[in-house]
C-alpha cells in the first residue's frame, strides 16, 4: 500500500513540475522559504531538529500541566496560570512553531510537507487495519 502511496505522490510531483515555476510554489511555501533564507543557520539540520525538539518540549509541558492543574486553581494560581486555557494556548504557539519548524526542515530536505503528511495519513490507515486484524484496539 506504501508503494502504491509512493506512486500517486510521484504522479503529483510530476504534474506540478509541468506547472509554471510560478504556480508550482504556494505564496505560504515562497514566504517560507524567504523567512528561512534569512536565517543564518537556515539548512543546518541539527539545529532546525533542535528547535523542533524544543517546540515538542513546550507542547508537552502545556498538555501536562493542563491535565495536572485542571480540577486545583490555587496551584494554577501559584504557577502563574489564570485557567488551564492560558496553559492550552501557549501549547497551541508551541504547535505551530512545531509545524512551521517541521515546513521548513522539509524545504531543507527537498521534501513537499503535504506529500508528507498525505503518506502519513495513508500509513495511520495501514496500521489501523492491522491493529483491527490483530485485535490490538480492543481494550482489555
Request: charge should be positive; charged fraction near 35%.
Amino acid at each position: 500500500m506504501i508503494d502504491e502511496t509512493m506512486k500517486e505522490i510521484n504522479e503529483l510531483r510530476k504534474k506540478r513540475r509541468e506547472l509554471p515555476k510560478e504556480i508550482q510554489a504556494s505564496s505560504f511555501e515562497r514566504r517560507l522559504q524567504k523567512l528561512k533564507n534569512n536565517e543564518p543557520t537556515s539548512d543546518n539540520l541539527f539545529f532546525r531538529t533542535n528547535i523542533i525538539m524544543y517546540e515538542f518540549g513546550d507542547l508537552c509541558r502545556s498538555i501536562v500541566y493542563s491535565e495536572r492543574f485542571k480540577n486545583n486553581n490555587k496551584t494554577l494560581f501559584r504557577n502563574g496560570f489564570k485557567d488551564t486555557n492560558v496553559i492550552l494556548s501557549e501549547g497551541k504557539l508551541a504547535m505551530a512553531d512545531m509545524i512551521t519548524q517541521l515546513r521548513m526542515l522539509c524545504l531543507s530536505l527537498g521534501w513537499n510537507f503535504d506529500d508528507l503528511s498525505e503518506l502519513g495519513i495513508k500509513h495511520l490507515e495501514e496500521r489501523q487495519q492491522d491493529f483491527n486484524r490483530d485485535r490490538w484496539n480492543e481494550v482489555k
